[in-house]
């Protein structure tokens, strides 16, 4: 549920450097957003409608003993999610953001290994942006769980 | 996602003392469990098929400046609800557990408060738990969010 | 996903009756719509962000012979849901809508007996109203179903 | 839902021929649930993990004029994932089957024409499989809808 809307506008106070490309902007500062930070996510690219971003295995994330936690993978899904609706994002329809929505299944674990979301934004309503994501174990590279995020900006 | 068998084990190692009460002992420590204790979660109570526990702000864990970011809400959602589960469970038909499902709906943003969220598990079948989760804020009384998950312990 | 506006529309054409009174039109046209129809609903009772709506025992609704099919039980929650987002819906903010997501989970069968829905709309914001739903049999009264929709009426 | 052994233990007292292979029975007895019928769905193929269900259009099916109600969709999400899981099940493991839960996000309407449902169960646990569904409109191929369902098998 990260809405970038405040950090671009102190952004816009201090430098230009972003101005004439806010959506860049959303996604540079991304890792720095306080939660995202915590989790110490990396962003691996994004394109019009896509995003992947990874979280190195970290003892601090885990469930059990060398397991990530749900509420990590939970996490992960929420803002790579939200990353693709950024990605494509006409930023003159609005810059405020939210998480409508968040569904999840959980199929396997990462057992002491990295994971990366694959999310796409399948479809853009007015304000509503409809995202598909997927996470992956990065060394044994196995589907470890799905689900979809409904994401608003106006 | 916590599966606090290995804790369990661990302990048994250490102390006799919980033996005879595996249930109270997955409450006790549930904040020692590396990810929670990252969110910094309090258990308020917990009784059968029931828990609630609440997670004091902080800017670490936001998503914008003063607002919890998705993920938390997300994460305390999946882990009330799994304390439902445990709590009124019979230690006997297993201690090993997983989320299989979650779904949130975010409604509303808490600002620089506190969280609490409130499970109740409204259905026990051979393997699987119904819990359904309400998050509010802790000052304002408000309903943030709403969620459910599917637990399994076997 | 009714959509009630065409209804709503043909309906001035015909008599001005319903012309103070949107919401209710919708109500007492909602056993016409024709998927509704179908099913052979009824609408028990409906107040401000509330509804209630039930489904007469047919053998035609089952999956399996005396049970209702998980279909029949979805489409009860979504248009349970969705009345109870009109209720209470000022008619001035538009009458076109929608259902953006829906979330059923199953806990148990409804043996040869009718079901009842009960819903809830917790939240409106400017567009989007969250619904919790639950479905119960009317003679054993248990709870076999709960979920929940976001509705959009713009 | 459906829940085909009462079928399938029917047609054994009857005849012998689809002892062999029980999958492949209730594919073949698919169209013939009541509800299923009721809806017209047709069976276009399925394959280990794979199923492909379509439902022609009917004006009985609409929520509004010439668009299918939301029930509608959400019933043939549920009905495609569950043939899904049962192509590729091994029946020595069982035979009775649910859904758990159920997810669905309405895209966009189709309007006056047939839709298709496509599922894959991307993963097999011991009881529960997940698939994923995606909806859409036979004549213009546009996605309307996306989904899941756990669905569990004993």
Redesign the interface.
């Known amino acids: 549920?990260?809405?970038?809307?405040?950090?671009i506008r102190e952004q816009r106070l201090n430098t230009g450097v972003y101005m004439s490309n806010p959506i860049k902007m959303v996604a540079e500062m991304y890792p720095w957003?306080?939660?995202?930070?915590?989790?110490g996510i990396k962003i691996e690219s994004y394109d019009d409608d896509y995003a992947e971003i990874s979280i190195p295995f970290r003892?601090?994330?885990?469930?059990?003993?060398n397991?990530?936690?749900?509420?990590?993978?939970?996490?992960?899904i929420?803002?790579t999610g939200a990353l693709s609706a950024w990605s494509g994002h006409d930023d003159k329809k609005g810059m405020r953001a939210?998480?409508?929505?968040?569904?999840?299944?959980?199929?396997?674990?990462a057992k002491g290994e990295g994971i990366v979301a694959k999310s796409r934004a399948?479809?853009r309503g007015k304000?509503?942006v409809?995202c598909?994501i997927e996470v992956f174990s990065v060394t044994s590279n196995r589907?470890i769980a799905?689900g979809?995020i409904?994401y608003?900006i106006v």
Chains 1, 2, 3, 4 share one sequence.
Do not use: C, W
């Open positions: 549920m990260p809405r970038p809307k405040p950090f957003v306080p939660f995202q930070k915590l989790l003892e601090e994330l885990a469930g059990t003993p397991v990530y936690h749900g509420g990590v993978i939970a996490s992960l929420d803002l939210s998480t409508v929505s968040l569904n999840v299944q959980y199929l396997s674990g399948v479809k304000e509503l409809f598909s589907l799905k979809d409904v608003r």
